[in-house]
T-cell receptor, first 115, second 114 residues
C-alpha cells in the first residue's frame, strides 16, 4: 500500500525559473495539504485542496505561488520566478476526508534549491 | 501560533522508556492531541492521537491528563532510530471542509544515547 509520493525529491532551479512540485496522495485519499519547511525552521501550512477545489490557502504567499489538484493526476505546487528565499523542503500530506479524526500522512518531501 | 508547549530537547538512554511531555492548557473540548515526529530531513511521521482516553499502538502510548491540559508520549523501549524531533499538535475535530492545516511548533528534539 503505497504512501504519499512526491517528485522530484530534489529540484535545482536558477533565480527566475519556474518550479513544479508533484504530490500523489495515498490510495483512497482525496484531500491534499502542502507545507513548507525553511532551513532551520518549523513546518508551515501553505494550502489545503480537495479534488478540483482549493479549500484553504491562508498560508500561501500572495504572489508567485499556486496550487492545484485536478480531477485526474497529482496535485501540483507551482512556484513562478523563484528566488533564493524559496529554497526549502516542501512536504505534501494527504487524508481521506473522513469526518472526525482525519489523520494526515506525509510524503518524503521535495527539496528545492534556488541558485 | 502553536497551542502547545514542549521542552526543546531531551535525552534518553537506548532501551529505556522515553517520556515526552506536552502542555496544551488552552485545549478545547472538540480538539484532539496528535503526535508526529520528523527524523532528520524526512517527512513528518504520524505516531498517535487521542481525545481524552489513553491510547496505545505499535509505536507508542499517549497518556492524556484528566483535565486534558497536558499529555505525555511514551516510547516504551527507545532505540537509536527514535532520535527525531517530536511534535505535539492540537487539532479540532474535522467536520469536512474549512481550515484544516496542522500548526507545528518547535517540537522536542529527542536524542537517544547508546
Amino acid at each position: 500500500n503505497a504512501g504519499v509520493m512526491q517528485n522530484p525529491r530534489h529540484l535545482v532551479r536558477r533565480r527566475g525559473q519556474e518550479a513544479r512540485l508533484r504530490c500523489s496522495p495515498m490510495k483512497g485519499h482525496s484531500h491534499v495539504y502542502w507545507y513548507r519547511q525553511l532551513p532551520e525552521e518549523g513546518l508551515k501550512f501553505m494550502v489545503y485542496l480537495q479534488k478540483e477545489n482549493i479549500i484553504d490557502e491562508s498560508g500561501m504567499p500572495k504572489e508567485r505561488f499556486s496550487a492545484e489538484f485536478p480531477k485526474e493526476g497529482p496535485s501540483i505546487l507551482r512556484i513562478q520566478q523563484v528566488v533564493r528565499g524559496d529554497s526549502a523542503a516542501y512536504f505534501c500530506a494527504s487524508s481521506s476526508g473522513t469526518s472526525g479524526t482525519d489523520t494526515q500522512y506525509f510524503g518524503p518531501g521535495t527539496r528545492l534549491t534556488v541558485l | 501560533d502553536a497551542k502547545t508547549t514542549q521542552p526543546p530537547s531531551m535525552d534518553c538512554a537506548e532501551g529505556r522508556a522515553a517520556n515526552l511531555p506536552c502542555n496544551h492548557s488552552t485545549i478545547s473540548g472538540n480538539e484532539y492531541v496528535y503526535w508526529y515526529r520528523q527524523i532528520h530531513s524526512q517527512g513528518p511521521q504520524y505516531i498517535i492521537h487521542g481525545l481524552k482516553n489513553n491510547e496505545t499502538n505499535e509505536m507508542a502510548s499517549l497518556i492524556i491528563t484528566e483535565d486534558r491540559k497536558s499529555s505525555t508520549l511514551i516510547l516504551p523501549h527507545a532505540t537509536l532510530r527514535d532520535t527525531a524531533v517530536y511534535y505535539c499538535i492540537v487539532r479540532p475535530f474535522y467536520s469536512g471542509g474549512g481550515a484544516d492545516g496542522l500548526t507545528f511548533g518547535k517540537g522536542t528534539h529527542l536524542i537517544i544515547q547508546p
